[in-house]
């Protein structure tokens, strides 16, 4: 599967951001799908996850703010973000399993065999 991120950008801590995830190639709906994020120098860190079924779970990190969700009839995954803060300023990254024995969390998405994008740059100011 191909994975394409867009959305990001600069804004201003409080803002908000909407990142979409576009998938092509063998679109057959996956298992779960999610967001991680690195930032310069840091380790990545899953952020959100979301299963076929709707059920989301999200890092602690995030939660409150953050919202995934996805169209499995466009194969799109989207992360909307809320209150913003300098943060949370990283190369925002989508990934996809296929594998419905993994568990869909926020740990395993940046473990494991995952299709992976190349990501968008979220930028956030104070």
């Known amino acids: 599967v191909h994975l394409v991120e867009s959305g990001g950008g600069s804004v201003q801590a409080g803002g908000s951001l909407r990142l979409s995830c576009q998938a092509s190639g063998y679109t057959s709906r996956r298992p779960c799908m999610g967001w991680f994020r690195q930032a310069p120098g840091k380790e990545r860190e899953g952020i959100a996850t979301?299963?076929?079924?709707?059920?989301?779970r999200y890092a602690d990190s995030v939660k409150g703010r953050f919202t995934i969700s996805r169209d499995n009839a466009e194969n799109t995954l989207y992360l909307q973000m809320n209150n913003l803060n300098p943060e949370d300023a990283a190369t925002y990254y989508c990934?996809?399993?296929?594998?419905?024995?993994?568990?869909?969390?926020?740990?395993?998405?940046?473990?494991?065999?995952?299709?992976r994008g190349q990501g968008t740059q979220v930028t956030v100011s104070s």
């Open positions: 990934a996809a399993q296929s594998s419905p024995w993994i568990d869909c969390t926020v740990y395993n998405v940046v473990n494991g065999a995952w299709s």
């Open positions: 979301i299963d076929i079924g709707g059920f989301a």
